[in-house]
C-alpha cells in the first residue's frame, strides 16, 4: 500500500519510516529543504515541497487509495493542509497529533470541518505498551524483593481459605512455582480442607495435595504467605504474615510485610499469571491448567466481575495449559450424591409462577443447596429457584434468577438479614440463619410447609417490586 506522510519533526519521520517501511512503499513530504537533504542522505524516501498546495500531492501522484498520514503539531496551517490533500483527490486521511496539540478537543474540532479525517493522537498509540511495560517493571520488582526474602526460609507455608477453591488453589502452584519451590519445601495447607466435589476433582487430577493445618503447626514455618485470602478471614487467629496475595478487598487488622491486592482483578490467578510473566519464570503445564480453570470459575467465565487483565491472563495462559483435563475437571459438577438432592427437590419442590422453591431438609455439606438452585435455573419455564436446606444447625437459603428486573441480594436481605447473614447480587444470593432465630421468626413448620412458605415470601417480594415499579412509571408519565 502506497503511503504519504506529510511531517516537518525529524523524529517522528524516522519514526514513521521505521514502523511503516518495508510494509508500505512510504515517502515523506517536508517543507524543509536542509531536513530533506538530511533525510535523503539517511535513505529516507523524502520530497520538498509546500504541504499546503494542492500540487504538491498532484506531483506525489496522490490517488484514492493512498494513505494520508498528517502530523499535527497545533500549527494553524493543518486545515489549509487538509483543504489542499481533499482537492487533491485524498480520502484515506490520518492526522498524527503530537505533543500538546493532540487533545479531544482538536480532534472535535477537525471532526466538524473534515468528518471522514481520522484523529490519532500519539500518546494514545504509545501509552499501551509503554504502561504495560512499566507496570511489569514494577512487578518485577516487587516480585524479586519477596523471593529473595522468601529464599532465607527453609520450611514455606503457603495458607489458603478453608475448603479451598481452583483459584486458591491455583495461587498455591503458582506461587510456589516464583518462589522456584518443590511440594516438600514449600507446602501448601488449609485450616480446612477440601470439600466440593468439582474441587476434589480437580485435586486429584492435577495432584495438588492440601496439608491440613492447625494454629500451631502454622507457627512452624519459617515463611508464611496467604494467596486468595488475607489474615482476618481467620478470626484473629493469623495476624502477621510475610506476603499476602489476594483479590478481595483489602482487610485492615494485620500486618504483611509484602503484599500485593488489587480487588479489581477477577481471580487472585490473574495477579500470579503477572508476577510470573514479570520474572519470566517457566509455567509448567500443571500450573497453567490450574490457573486457567480458576480464572474461568471465578469469574464464571466472565460473568462475573472481570477485567481486562483477566481476558489477557486468560489468553496467555490458554496455549499452554491442557484444555482436556479442563473439561474433565469441570465434568466433576455432577456426582450421584448431587444428583439424590436433585431428585429430592423434583419430588417435594412446588413451581408457582416461574418461581421453584424446595426444601432439602438437612443435608451434610453446604454445597448440595447452591448445586439444586443452579441446577433447576436451567428449566425452560424457571426464572427463579429458591432452595433451603438444614447444615449444622442453620437454615440455608440459596436463590437464582434469571433477568434483570428484581434482586435476589434484595431478597434474602429483606427476609433474613435481621435473624442471621444475608446478602449477594442480583442474580444470586443466600442467607445463613441459625435454627434457632429461623424458628422464632416463623415458627415451627413441616417441610410441606416450609416450601409454602418460601414460595409466599418470593411472591411478596415479586410483588411489591412490581407495585413500585408500576408507581415510578404513573409518577414518570409514562403510558404502556
Ligand atoms: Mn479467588
Known amino acids: 500500500m502506497r503511503c504519504l506522510a506529510v511531517c516537518q519533526d525529524e523524529l517522528v519521520i524516522r519514526m514513521l519510516d521505521e514502523i511503516l517501511v518495508p510494509g ?22 523524502v520530497t520538498a515541497g509546500d504541504p499546503r498546495r494542492t500540487d504538491t500531492y498532484l506531483k506525489a501522484d496522490l490517488g484514492p487509495g493512498t494513505c494520508v ?56 498509540l504509545f501509552g499501551g505498551p509503554l504502561l504495560t511495560e512499566f507496570a511489569r517493571s514494577m512487578t518485577r520488582a516487587r516480585v524479586q524483593q519477596y523471593q529473595r526474602y522468601f529464599s532465607d526460609g527453609e520450611r514455606i507455608l503457603i495458607m489458603l481459605h478453608n475448603d479451598p477453591d481452583p483459584d486458591a488453589m491455583a495461587s498455591g502452584l503458582a506461587l510456589r512455582n516464583i518462589l522456584r519451590r518443590t511440594k516438600t519445601t514449600a507446602i501448601i495447607g488449609a485450616m480446612q480442607g477440601v470439600t466440593r466435589p468439582e474441587n476434589l476433582r480437580m485435586a486429584n487430577l492435577l495432584d495438588i495435595h492440601v496439608e491440613p493445618l492447625t494454629p500451631d503447626t502454622v507457627k512452624e514455618y519459617d515463611r508464611v504467605a496467604m ?68 480464572i474461568k470459575s471465578d469469574t464464571l467465565f466472565f460473568n462475573r466481575q472481570t477485567n481486562r487483565v483477566d481476558l489477557e491472563a486468560f489468553s496467555y495462559l490458554y496455549p499452554l495449559a491442557d484444555a482436556a483435563l479442563i473439561r474433565k475437571m469441570e465434568g466433576a459438577e455432577i456426582t450421584v450424591e448431587r444428583l439424590d438432592y436433585v431428585m429430592k427437590a423434583h419430588q417435594s419442590g412446588t413451581l408457582v409462577e416461574q418461581v421453584f422453591c424446595a426444601f432439602l431438609g438437612a443435608t451434610p455439606r453446604e454445597d448440595f443447596i447452591p448445586y439444586v438452585a443452579d441446577f433447576f435455573l ?51 444470593a443466600k442467607a445463613v440463619v441459625p435454627m434457632r432465630a429461623f424458628r422464632e421468626k416463623f415458627g415451627e413448620l413441616s417441610a410441606e410447609e416450609l416450601g409454602a412458605m418460601l414460595q409466599d415470601l418470593v411472591a411478596q417480594f415479586l410483588h411489591e417490586a412490581t407495585a413500585v415499579g408500576e408507581k415510578k412509571r404513573e409518577t414518570a408519565g409514562i403510558k404502556n
Open 227 to 294: 494467596v486468595d485470602v488475607q489474615p482476618h478471614y481467620f478470626g484473629g487467629v493469623i495476624d502477621q504474615v510475610d506476603l499476602v496475595i489476594d483479590h478481595h478487598p483489602e482487610q485492615p487488622g494485620y500486618t504483611a510485610v509484602f503484599k500485593d491486592i488489587r480487588a479489581d482483578y477477577g481471580s487472585t490467578s490473574t495477579i500470579l499469571t503477572e508476577h510470573l510473566r514479570a520474572v519470566d519464570v517457566n509455567i509448567s503445564e500443571r500450573t497453567a491448567t490450574a490457573m486457567l480453570y480458576a
Open 378 to 428: 436451567q428449566l425452560e419455564h424457571v426464572k427463579w429457584t429458591v432452595i433451603a436446606g438444614i447444615v449444622n444447625d442453620s437454615m440455608v437459603i440459596s436463590v437464582r434468577n434469571l433477568g434483570y428486573s428484581k434482586n435476589a441480594g434484595e431478597l434474602v436481605r429483606r427476609f433474613f438479614a435481621d435473624i442471621g447473614s444475608a446478602g449477594g447480587h442480583r442474580a444470586m
Open 24 to 45: 508500505f512503499e512510504v515517502e515523506f513530504i517536508v517543507e524543509s529543504r536542509p531536513a530533506s537533504r538530511r533525510l535523503h542522505d539517511a535513505h529516507v524516501n
Open 69 to 124: 498520514i498528517i502530523e499535527d503539531n497545533g500549527r494553524r496551517s493543518l486545515k489549509k493542509i487538509l483543504e489542499a490533500v481533499r482537492d487533491a483527490g485524498g480520502t484515506l486521511v490520518y492526522v498524527l497529533g503530537i505533543g500538546s496539540a493532540a487533545t479531544a478537543h482538536r480532534a472535535d474540532e477537525l471532526r466538524g470541518e473534515f468528518p471522514d479525517v481520522a484523529y490519532l493522537s500519539m500518546a494514545e
